[in-house]
């Protein structure tokens, strides 16, 4: 509880700062000092466990020399040690290109990152509150760790901040069915806030992780990137709370900068879980990084790079909207050679209110593993539980929500599935057949949403689409005919 109050209490302090205007001001100016809080905790005990080692923060820059003492540095001298000394050092950290070098968590933490408070005085009081919290006591860290994960759901409210956000349940299930080992390369590449990351990582401690060995296996098998500032503090920050020592291989960039031919066998993974960021556009010139799908649409693009990045046997979880499933155009030849390439195995269809209150759009999960083309594809349609006739903020979707279909699924070589009145089958042949549309509808029970108006305004969200989509598509022909 003591955390709560204080994190309550820091939150009050900054509102009456002028400098800092809305949540995701307050979260990011909240996120690098308890940054740098947890990693000193962190620092000061590697020291004593670790012969020999050094924090990545100079000395005169640790939480501990200018901080910690409640009756330290305030006012006009605290905000100019920060503005003029802290953020351009930690900013400017050499590297020391060696592997496990915690500077470069440190410098990409800051690289984008900004003081907004004015107050030198209220910033001391937020300061003097975050001292409250020992990161080294496990209690206090769980206990923080809940509220964290809060602190993100916070984020809704913050603008366009639902980009990378998406709810725990769905994040833990998806993880659940994929099962990850430690050693097994598990890769992210629009990470958010690090939600897979930390459900990866709580389900491998649970199930796997049993000596040290096997810890280290895990922490140097994790990849991830983040394109936003915010979200990639954010998920370090995630990272550090969650025991990772180097969480360095959580990379500011964008992962679509790169040309999709330039991803060597090397730097393929045995798995992928991941929500790309879907309704978006890319920057000009995103597009030609990907000849053969040639599009500004970031989770056609994300898709295709995913197929890309598998291992041979290698698997993946995916969140898109059901735009990907019924879409045509690029969209149609992206779902022709996901299903060459790999065994699309299963979609379970949800709810639009999954994402709600911050988005209400229809989303799909889609399961699919690397080196085999696919056969025949199952669907699980996910319902809202009996007497709910939505999910919302005050009812969210749970884990346990997720039960039957985990019970359907039929273990990890998904033997026994059986068609059920939420479950049925569609061959290779029905879905070419549709042209590669697999927006497929449950046969078991009879459309009875025509009256409800989030079914209607889905459908016609279909219909605008698939409009989009032939007018693209005679946009081209006609270019392709005029420039002859």
């Known amino acids: 509880m003591i955390v709560r109050t ?7 302090i900054m509102r009456q700062d002028v400098g800092v205007d ?3 001001q307050r979260i990011s100016q909240l996120t690098w000092l308890f940054f740098l809080k947890i990693i000193d905790d962190q620092d000061q005990e590697l020291e004593l466990t670790k012969p020999g080692y050094q924090s990545p923060i100079p000395p005169r820059f640790q939480w501990r020399k200018w901080a910690a003492d409640p009756e330290g540095i305030t006012g006009q001298t605290l905000l100019d040690f920060v503005n003029d000394a802290l953020f351009p050092t930690l900013k400017g950290l050499k590297l020391t290109g060696l592997p496990g070098d915690r500077r470069r968590v440190v410098r990409d933490v800051f690289e984008d990152a900004y003081n907004y408070m004015k107050s030198g005085q209220l910033m001391r009081q937020v300061v003097n509150k975050i001292n409250l919290i020992d990161f080294n006591d496990l209690d206090e860290r769980r206990h923080f760790g809940e509220f964290y994960e809060q602190l993100l759901n916070d984020l ?7 980009e990378f956000y998406t709810p725990r349940a769905v994040t833990a299930f998806m993880v659940d069915r994929i099962d990850p080992h430690p050693g097994e390369t598990l890769f992210d590449p629009a990470c958010g806030t690090g939600g897979f990351l930390t459900c990866a990582i709580k389900h491998m401690e649970k199930a796997y992780v049993r000596t040290p060995k096997q810890r280290e296996r895990m922490q140097g098998s994790l990849r991830a990137v983040e394109k936003k500032q915010l979200p990639h503090m954010l998920c370090v920050t995630n990272m550090l709370l969650h025991g990772i020592e180097d969480p360095s291989f959580v990379r500011h960039d964008n992962t679509l900068a790169r040309p999709l031919t330039a991803w060597g066998k090397s730097e393929r993974v045995e798995i992928v879980v991941t929500n790309p960021p879907f309704g978006g556009r890319e920057e000009d010139g995103i597009e030609d990084n990907f000849p053969t799908f ?11 790079l995913i197929v890309r990045l598998l291992k041979d046997k290698g698997r993946a979880a995916v969140v ?3 735009g990907t499933l019924f879409g045509e155009g690029i969209k149609t030849r992206l779902k ?6 790999c065994d699309l195995h299963t979609i379970v269809r949800l709810p639009n209110s999954v994402f709600k209150p911050y988005a209400s759009i229809g989303t799909n999960l889609l399961f699919f593993e690397k080196g085999r083309p696919t056969t025949e594809t199952w669907f699980y349609e996910h319902r809202v539980p009996a007497g709910q006739k939505a999910y919302s903020m005050t009812k969210p979707i749970r884990l346990e929500h997720f039960q039957g279909c985990i019970d359907w699924w039929g273990g990890t070589a998904r033997e026994g599935r059986v068609e059920t009145e939420q479950a049925w089958r569609v061959s290779i042949e029905e879905v070419k057949a549709r042209g590669y549309n697999l927006d497929f509808k449950n046969p078991h029970v009879e459309d009875n949403d025509h009256d409800d108006p989030e079914a209607l305004m889905s459908a016609l969200a279909r219909a605008e689409a698939e409009a989009a989509g032939y007018r693209d598509q005679l946009k081209a022909i006609l270019a392709e005919a005029l420039a002859r």
Not at 156 to 162: C, K, R, T, V
């Open 6 to 12: 204080t994190i309550k209490s820091i939150q009050d």
């Open 320 to 322: 898109l909207p059901d």
């Open 336 to 341: 022709e050679h996901l299903m060459e390439e």
């Open 22 to 24: 809305g949540d995701a």
């Open 156 to 162: 809704q409210s913050a603008g366009n901040a639902g």
């Open 294 to 304: 040639r599009t500004k649409e970031t989770a056609d693009l994300f898709l295709a």
